[in-house]
């Protein structure tokens, strides 16, 4: 094929992932594994059911191809932490009598490969790089970005918390990636379109079919990416635009105020969500005059996250905090940078426990914005009753 | 060296400011470091004690002096705590300079005022010697500064330096109830002792850094006198940790307080949300 695509059947597909291992390449893609293996897990019901075997989906290093789960779930978490890890290392410290020796971490890593992930997934870490690199380089995060390929996965849409159409994402986009696998029948085309993703065809052309007709190929797929399309839009259209500077000059409205009556500030949204990048750094002691410093996740729905040591906290309740979570990826990351701190994946609004539905919040904040009388009409407070007589005895 | 990794610094010298604030001063061990290490007033640094962490302040010495650095600091927090331990000898790690400086090269010609309260003197006493460092491009200079009590006056050498020379106003207040029997200054919060100042505010910028209270209250005193918003400064001293607009900490509305500023006029103040 001379346009870039080339058909690979589901069996090469998992020969290719089985002879980058063999050639001692990291393979990271979507794998089932055991939702109780965890402690916490082994006190929900359904792991304590008999003959109850949950699996989740995570992305995970390969040990063997076999484990290559195509099956376009979602993974619990994002490919985040293969990129900003939960923690790393920054530097190492070691004391020797009244001088200290400062040991360097490694900037450069193995090229490695992703296989099969989520178009939102990839598409995160390209909103990421802006932050990482608008100033001082993260030289952590972008040997990370140089050292992986990553192939994507067109995705069917899971569910509908799914949005991704309505932040200028796409189920079957590469952003942020270096290609893309399509399904079809009996296996998938792939379409390399960086540098990277040509380097990766160009390797294993033994596994790959140039010979299918173009034409068959590219309509089958056509037919599943204008489905999948319409399914996500179907799920929230928004006006971006508007959103963000409805954001920007209505930070005091009572809608932007109250939208986190529901949220206790757990933060899970934070960890499972793709573009949230807010580090902490700490210093861990790993023994007398030795120890690493690291940065670690954190969460701006932390009181603790902007508390200063003299008790002063600019943002000192939940509302405040959960504005400027709203703030930060629909009003403030989009004016700096152009691009939204957010690829509509829904794992917030899934993982929450408490029901802070994304999609709802957005909606309300787009008609907030796109047509403010009906906004005000849906906010207008019904008459209050008449107070009570007060009872007297 | 990756953008989080520190430079080592010795702690050359160890000054009590009050019971229970100090300040150190530090030279890189690395003598290109030492050599080549510039930095403009108003910036800051990430200083960290290794096994306690990182901590922001800004840089209390003026660019005027090279060789060293100093940070001023009260023991509130861990990391504080920790660099209240540290003696002459010891190593410290530093990061920086970041952010954004004092405008100090526009303001020649003019009258510079500074108003500062409490451990808020630390960044504008920095500006203050950057300013008597060049002394004659400036106008007159004049300097209100309070504190709770006497105790809690920090700089207190160099608070009698400045009231010894010719070429500099200088007014000490301290909250009513804070004052000692020999104590001579004013006795009252700054910003009244501000508006009784009355510094002339035609061709003169203010420097004010204190607590929220003290920067709340001196705003519409400084208004009242002239002073207009663009020629009124201040540094934000948000929580930070990575100091290079990554972290995500220090963000009010759509300012990156560690890229965009620590340092803001009034009028770019009052455009922020009230979140700092």
Not at chain 1, 228 to 238: H, K, Q, T, Y
Not at chain 1, 307 to 322: E, T
């Amino acid at each position: 094929m001379s346009d870039g695509r080339f058909f690979i059947s589901e069996s090469d597909l998992r020969a290719l992932a089985a002879d980058l291992l063999g050639a001692g390449t990291e393979v990271i893609a979507p794998v089932a594994v055991d939702a109780c293996a965890s402690p916490a897990a082994m006190a929900s019901s359904a792991c304590m059911r008999p003959g109850m075997e949950p699996e989740d989906l995570e992305y995970r290093a390969l040990t063997d191809a076999s484990q290559l789960d195509l099956g376009r779930g979602l993974p619990i978490l994002s490919l985040k932490g293969y990129f900003l890890p939960e923690h790393e290392a920054l530097c190492r410290w070691k004391q020797k009598g009244t001088t200290i020796e400062i040991e360097a971490v490694p900037t450069e890593f193995a090229p490695r490969v992703v296989l099969a992930a989520k178009p939102c997934d990839s598409a995160a870490l390209a909103v990421v790089d802006e932050v990482m690199n608008w100033d001082y380089q993260d030289e952590l995060w972008n040997g990370r970005r140089a050292a992986t390929t990553i192939i994507n996965l067109a995705c069917p849409v899971i569910d509908e918390s799914c949005f991704c159409t309505a932040v200028g994402a796409a189920p079957d986009a590469t952003t942020g990636a270096d290609g893309l696998l399509m399904p079809v029948k009996d296996g998938y085309v792939l379409e390399a379109t960086t540098e990277k993703g040509r380097a990766l065809v160009e390797a294993h052309k033994a596994r790959l079919v140039g010979s299918v007709p173009a034409e068959t190929l590219g309509r089958q797929a056509a037919d599943e990416r204008s489905a999948a399309s319409a399914r996500v839009a179907g799920n929230l259209e928004i006006d971006a635009g508007s959103v963000r500077d409805w954001i920007d000059t209505h930070f005091e409205d009572p809608l932007l105020a109250s939208l986190a009556i529901r949220c206790n500030g757990c933060g899970a949204c934070s960890s499972v969500c793709p573009t949230c990048h807010c580090f902490d750094i700490v210093d861990e002691e790993e023994g007398v005059g030795r120890g690493t410093r690291r940065r670690c996740w954190d969460t701006c729905q932390s009181p603790t996250f902007t508390l200063h040591a003299s008790g002063h906290n600019p943002r000192d309740d939940q509302n405040a905090r959960y504005r400027q979570r709203i703030n930060h990826k629909f009003a403030i990351y989009p004016l700096r940078f152009g691009e939204v701190l957010c690829t509509g994946c829904g794992r917030c609004t899934r993982v929450c426990h408490a029901g802070q539905d994304l999609v709802e919040i957005l909606q309300a904040i787009d008609i907030a914005a796109r047509r403010p009388d009906e906004a005000e009409a849906a906010a207008a407070p019904e008459p209050a009753p008449a107070a009570p007589e007060p009872v007297t005895s | 060296m990756n953008i989080y990794q520190p430079q080592l610094a010795t702690v050359t010298e160890v000054i009590d400011e009050t019971s229970d604030t100090r300040t150190l001063r530090l030279e890189f061990q690395d003598e290109a470091v030492r050599e080549s290490f510039t930095f403009k007033a108003g910036q800051f640094g990430e200083y960290s004690v290794f096994g306690a962490g990182e901590s922001t302040f800004c840089i209390a010495s003026p660019p005027t002096r090279a060789g060293f650095i100093e940070c001023s600091f009260k023991a509130v927090g861990k990391v504080t705590a920790a660099l209240r331990e540290v003696n002459v000898g010891d190593i410290v790690g530093f990061r920086g300079p970041y952010g954004n400086s004092f405008p100090v090269d526009d303001w020649k010609g003019k009258d510079i005022v500074f108003v500062a309260g409490g451990i808020g003197l630390a960044p504008v006493r920095c500006v203050i010697w950057n300013v008597l460092d060049r002394r004659d491009e400036f106008g007159d200079v004049t300097i209100v500064y309070g504190a709770r009590s006497v105790e809690d006056l920090v700089y207190k050498r160099e608070l009698e330096e400045w009231a010894s020379r010719d070429d500099v106003r200088i007014v000490t207040t301290v909250d009513p109830g804070g004052e000692t029997k020999d104590w001579t200054g004013e006795v009252g919060y700054v910003t009244p002792v501000v508006e009784k100042t009355a510094p002339a505010a035609a061709n003169a910028v203010a420097v004010l850094c204190g607590p929220p209270i003290v920067v709340k209250l001196t705003l519409p005193v400084l208004d009242k006198l002239g002073f207009a918003d663009e020629a009124i400064f201040t540094t934000l001293e948000n929580r930070m940790k990575c100091g290079l607009g990554k972290c995500g900490r220090c963000n009010i509305g759509p300012v990156y307080v560690c890229k965009d500023g620590p340092v803001f006029t009034a009028a770019q103040l009052k455009e922020l949300p009230a979140e700092f």
